[in-house]
């Protein structure tokens, strides 16, 4: 079975996501935080990360710059989804850090093919 994190600060994206997402090969967790997902993923690594950009205490961005700097978690497939204006930090994201992005609002078919895209690459 494998595993997703999702990481939003947004109960109504998080439900949207688990909803989009669920398959009977699919475990949905959810972290509410940046800090929360770096202690679900110490815990029990995902096979996929997405998060958000935007979220209170620690950004996604910085999430993202903490799994990279471990040699653990350096290969994690992570799906940054980002509103628009955030263009120029997702694409920072994409080129630095390896880490897809999907804007906001992004298609649900796009997303559900990305998604598995990621998966087969893990």
């Known amino acids: 079975m494998k595993r997703i994190l999702v990481c939003d600060d947004e109960p109504h994206i998080v439900e949207g996501l688990r909803y989009l997402l669920r398959s009977p090969d699919r475990a949905i967790v959810v972290a509410r935080s940046g800090r929360e997902a770096l202690a679900s993923i110490t815990q029990q690594r995902p096979d996929l990360l997405i998060l958000d950009i935007?979220?209170?205490?620690?950004?996604?961005?910085e999430v993202v710059?903490?799994?990279?700097a471990s040699d653990e978690t350096r290969n994690l497939p992570i799906i940054i989804l980002t509103a628009k204006g955030e263009a120029r930090d997702a694409?920072?994201?994409q080129e630095v850090w390896h880490a897809a992005v999907m804007a906001k609002p992004f298609e649900p078919k796009k997303l559900r093919e990305l998604v598995t895209q990621c998966l087969g690459a893990n």
């Open 65 to 68: 710059a903490e799994l990279r």
């Open 91 to 93: 694409s920072m994201a």
């Open 54 to 61: 935007m979220m209170p205490q620690m950004s996604g961005l």
